[in-house]
């Protein structure tokens, strides 16, 4: 951990507010500067680093909402990273929870052809029914309401996956203007690959050539999260192996998760002497598809979708984490049809982040339960989001509240929009 990132802070509190989970307990320790004192208090080894501490780091979001509100710019997401790869590796989580991440982070998202199968078994047995049919039956009482509920939150696999819907170079109709690479994911590979053909459609209309490597690693977000350091520094660098940096204007990402990880290769292999230079490179090409389309003053579509109210949820680590705010609105604003409602709240977590729903699941759906509630207050008949969790929990949250309001990323409706 970087102690100096430590002592910028001041203790003003002034993130407290902003602290989702501060906001469920109202306990000093559940915001973000009694875990930031925490933090001094191991480096300073006035405290042990004990497991109550680990529960103290997996019950916080990561939303970043705090960095966002400190006046001293406290790196948060650094501290973050930084004390959950610490207890990662210094204490010892049971058996079954250590299988389950090496099944997960170790294998499955460490490997772009063993999520593919994954993808594929789940689309078939989706398809058939048999996903459903295990779901509803008694063999869901053998597992623990945990397994259930993560078994219940699989997303809805796609038919084509990104590589079977995006050629590995796309060139737009009239001249090229630019050149980008396009991240396409790994749950978002095979469960939001739709959104990923939406996003080169719109790229293509604005005049891009547009460079999609068919086989992709997980950028590593996933691990740097989970505090799998090695993990993710090995994702980063198969990442950076895929994409010819060099020739690219651009590299396009669009899930917010993704993006804020995907911009700090440069410091997460800052010591591989192999690496240090391209990733810092790296860093300076990553954009997020709304922050991309504002800079290059996207076409603006002139077909209008049909009549409908829209309103925006921010990612959090779109908002937080990369501190785009305004270019998803400019893009959704720019759509004709489209009637746009603000929402109440609409930069707090949801309490999807990353797997927090299926760890914390007391707190995840508390914090559903307001966002579904601002949602239901806007009326809106969609709710535009750019991040595959956030997708999926707000999905999961409007459908157990009885609402058709439908879920989809604004690139979806801008695609609509050119189509129309
Ligand atoms: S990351 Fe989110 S939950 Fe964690 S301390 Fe900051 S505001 Fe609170
Ligand atoms: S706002 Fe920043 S400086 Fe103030 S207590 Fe929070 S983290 Fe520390």
Redesign the pocket.
Known sequence: MDYSVVQ?????????PTCPTYGLTNRERHG??GR?ALMRAIADKALPLEQAFGHEMDFCLGCLA?QS????D?D?AQLFEAARASVQEQSRRPWLIRAYRRLTLGWLFRSPRAMRAFGRVMERTQRWGLFEAVVASPLMGLVSKKWERLIGMTPTMERAFSHQLIAEVERPKGKTRYRVGMLTGCIQDIAYASINRATVDVLLENDCEVITPAVQSCCGSIHGHNGEVAWAKESARKTIDAFPIERLDAIISNAGGCGSHLRHYGRLLAQDSEYAERARQWDAKVRDIHEWLVDIDFRKPTASLPSQRVTYHESCHLCHGQRITSQPRTVLASIPGLEIVSLTESNVCCGSAGVYSITQPEASDALLKTKVQHLLDTDADVVATSNPGCDLQLKRGLDEAGSSMRVCAPVTLLAEAYRA
């Open positions: 910028q802070c001041m203790h003003c509190g002034m993130c407290l973000p500067r930031i705090c509100a400190c006046p001293a406290v948060y």
